[in-house]
């Protein structure tokens, strides 16, 4: 139901006598209104109809720009052809691109739901994700329309809508938004009017989001319109999108954080929420994102510890212009022009971050806003809040705080750790039906788990990974850590990934933290290794910087006698490659690196 459908159904109720007082659901209540992130686009679209909503290199070596009132028009487009067609459950298989933010919106102004996929996955994964989701149709770049040749055989009923992605305005993407604009207008041309801003139901989905489903088949995490809402606003205070002042009050974020991965973390809402400039970017190419980080005033950016890393290690990598200090704060107050700029906001998540790479982008003036969450989160729920008194310590010290997983965001009930049980080989079963918090030391290891506003109503058709997931009425994580006296939440690895050596538990993101700090070593991962002796000892892999030669003989004796690292924690084992295996959102692939420490080479 429209909004102006349910204004007039209020109205008719109020002349056949009903009582304003009363609360059923067929009434409309004038205190609140059902949330949905949707209506943000056409609310851009009516504020600032001509700021620039995207700026896009397409397919074709163009570059695009879009006003937010082309983006909504164009968005509608896609809403009126899904509703004329009736589908209601939408694939997406896209990168990065402007048809990606107008199928997502197009999506809920139609009442649908909608499930955007990685298409760096295998196709027999990608069939399975569709045919798991019950689309009706899916919205494909013609880059990856090869990867559903399995899936058509499949699902022949299923329509496939492709986007070319270029500048020339024509294919079967845009024949269907030309179709959709005349289904509007045989209508009466209600623009946005006659779409969905405002849902009957907030807790109805709005989108199914996967799981990797590195360990089993994905899941489907049931995301809300509710939800969404309130993580996007999340979104919105906690990594400053509505308070960068060096771009005319306007965000500039730059999409290096793949669309479909938790619905972009919930950004394509929480930007449009704040009439920001979307800058596409179909692959990662550090190259032309320095470009634009030079050229373009981005503002935010939102990358895995990873992709940070290389980043940083870009030959084009260079300190960037920004500081906020007391004279550009008088600039302000005296309102006369001012030359400095901010630093650039980067929101780091999807593996834990080292200090070491913190204090690195902090030199290049990119500032880490970091973040923890899971898919079944819509991805970030946590932040580690800087503190002043933190200004006065040892660089070592003030970077491993901020390193913290932190607290819960302001949408968000506190993080919390619990204890977990032990069996008798000491491996935990995080899903304990038993609640009990862990002491606030800082020492006590236990399971992260959250309730609240941002967790995931569930797993789509499958209850009993639901109630697993949600045993003793929280939801859990999977992830190990400790809770420090100030209430911040502290990540010592997931609880596959803790090496337990000779009775002791070794965290290998600490073993990871260590390792580079090597002057030599890009980045390192740490999974266990059998031995006979201690149970499990640590085997490292690492890549170099460029230009630099190493051997793992030269790390193990760096580690044992320059690191300062305990001597058990010392990786028995240290192996160079040339690259680590990762997602497609630069999460390293650890069940893959177990894989090898057992022998088996050939496993990716």
Known sequence: MTAALRR????????AGGSPSDTTEHVHRHHIHQLSPTHWLPRAAAIEPDAIAVYHTTANGAILKYTYAETARRAAGIGYYLKKHGYKRVGILMTNTPGFLETFYGI???GGVNVGINYRLKPEDISYIFGHADVEMIVVDAEFEHL??????????VYILVDTDTDRNDGPYNAAMQEGWNHDAELGGQGWDGLETEVQDEEALIALSYTSGTTAKPKGVEYTHRSAYLAAMANVVESGLNTHISTADRCHYLWTLPMFHATGWTFPW?????????YMLRKIDYPEIWRLLKTEAISHYNAAPTVNTLLCADPNAEKLPGELTSSRKLCQIANVGCAMTE????TVAASPPTAYLFETMEKLNLKPVHVYGLTETYGPITKGYWMPEWDDLE???KYAKQARQGHGHITSLPARVIKTKEDDAGNRDQYNEEIEDVAKDGKEIGEIVFIGNICAKGYYKDPVATRKLFAGGVQHTGDLAVWHPDGAIQILDRAKDIIISGGENISSLSVESMLVTHPDILEAACVALKDEKWGETPKAYVTVREGKKLEGKDVIAWAKNKSGISRFMVPSQVE???ELPKTSTGKLRKNVLREWAKGNTDFN
Do not use: C, I, M, W
Request: charged share 20%; no cysteine; proline share 5%.
């Open 8 to 15: 007039l159904s209020a109205l008719a109720h109020q002349l």
């Open 108 to 110: 809920g102004g139609a």
């Open 148 to 157: 559903l040749d399995g899936f058509r055989k499949e699902h022949p009923n």
């Open 270 to 278: 929480a930007v449009t929420a704040v009439r920001g400039t979307h």
């Open 343 to 346: 630093p650039v906001r980067v």
């Open 395 to 397: 660089t070592k010290d």
């Open 576 to 578: 160079v490659l040339a």
